[in-house]
């Protein structure tokens, strides 16, 4: 039986983590780990200048679990690193809410899921299109389909699957594609305000970034209820670019 990995960046009480997990119990031995309150949009953000403490905790199935106060990173990490029993695969999610294109870079999900990579372990990341009244099903098992074929296939090094789902019922569900990354555009807005002192604060706020429909690419397959599973790599170098840079005045 396969040592099965599951954490997430939106908290160890998330439905998504629940749903995930009660998936995986089918394909393997599952360990729980996750942080212990909402991590979302803290990218590969790792706790190096403090301690990290785990604790018991249980699902609302009543299952078992473990909590740190650390990210979705250190979460991989420590388990990597010895914290739990060997791990064969690294489950990330299922995070409440999309994460296409850009938003790689910023996922506590996608990043849990490289920093699996970083150990040499497969690691896949699953999210859900967030709708009011989502549920968590199809994305369960869209999960353990994904799985299934990580776990007879395995994955290259340095390489996860960056998986999204739509937030859609499983009948509406068009298939699965392959795709790239696509565009998303964002609608961030800075709120400036003061304190009852004087003092100026701000919230970064905004509308939901809007998805380009873009034939082949993540953004396109989930406007189309198609999931899309994107393959990332750990290196990020613009190749094209190495050329152009030897043509500059150094």
């Given at each position: 039986?396969?040592?099965?990995?599951?954490?997430?960046?939106?908290?160890?009480?998330?439905?998504?983590?629940?749903?995930?997990?009660?998936?995986?119990?089918?394909?393997?031995?599952?360990?729980?780990?996750?942080?212990?309150r909402?991590?979302?949009?803290?990218?590969?953000?790792?706790?190096?200048?403090?301690?990290?403490?785990?604790?018991?905790?249980?699902?609302?199935?009543?299952?078992?679990?473990?909590?740190?106060?650390?990210?979705?990173?250190d979460?991989?990490?420590?388990?990597?690193?010895?914290?739990?029993?060997?791990?064969?695969?690294?489950?990330?999610g299922?995070?409440?809410?999309?994460?296409?294109?850009?938003?790689?870079t910023?996922?506590?999900?996608?990043?849990?899921?490289?920093?699996?990579?970083?150990?040499?372990?497969?690691?896949?990341?699953?999210?859900?299109?967030?709708?009011?009244?989502?549920?968590?099903?199809?994305?369960?098992?869209?999960?353990k389909?994904?799985?299934?074929?990580?776990?007879?296939?395995?994955?290259?090094?340095?390489?996860?699957?960056?998986?999204?789902?739509?937030?859609?019922?499983?009948?509406?569900?068009?298939?699965?594609?392959?795709?790239?990354?696509?565009?998303?555009?964002?609608?961030?807005?800075?709120?400036?305000?003061?304190?009852?002192?004087?003092?100026?604060?701000?919230?970064?706020s905004?509308?939901?970034?809007?998805?380009?429909?873009?034939?082949?690419?993540?953004?396109?397959?989930?406007?189309?209820?198609?999931?899309?599973?994107?393959?990332?790599?750990?290196?990020?170098?613009?190749?094209?670019?190495?050329?152009?840079?030897?043509?500059?005045?150094?």
């Open positions: 039986m396969p040592h099965i990995f599951v954490t997430n960046d939106d908290g160890v009480d998330a439905p998504g983590i629940l749903a995930l997990a009660q998936a995986m119990r089918e394909m393997g031995e599952v360990t729980i780990l996750a942080p212990d909402n991590r979302t949009a803290c990218g590969h953000s790792r706790t190096l200048a403090n301690p990290m403490r785990i604790m018991k905790t249980r699902l609302s199935d009543g299952s078992r679990a473990l909590k740190t106060d650390g990210t979705p990173a979460c991989v990490a420590l388990a990597a690193l010895g914290a739990v029993d060997k791990v064969d695969l690294v489950v990330s299922i995070n409440r809410g999309l994460n296409l294109a850009q938003d790689a910023a996922s506590g999900t996608v990043s849990a899921a490289f920093e699996g990579a970083f150990a040499g372990i497969p690691s896949i990341a699953f999210s859900v299109e967030y709708k009011p009244g989502v549920r968590y099903t199809p994305a369960a098992n869209v999960a389909t994904v799985v299934k074929q990580v776990l007879d296939r395995g994955l290259p090094k340095h390489t996860i699957l960056n998986v999204n789902i739509p937030g859609v019922a499983e009948e509406e569900l068009q298939g699965i594609q392959v795709t790239t990354q696509g565009q998303r555009f964002y609608h961030d807005r800075l709120d400036e305000r003061l304190d009852p002192r004087g003092g100026k604060y701000y919230w970064l905004g509308d939901m970034p809007t998805t380009a429909n873009i034939p082949g690419t993540d953004g396109g397959a989930i406007l189309n209820n198609y999931v899309s599973i994107t393959p990332l790599h750990l290196d990020l170098v613009n190749r094209q670019m190495l050329s152009d840079l030897e043509t500059w005045n150094w």
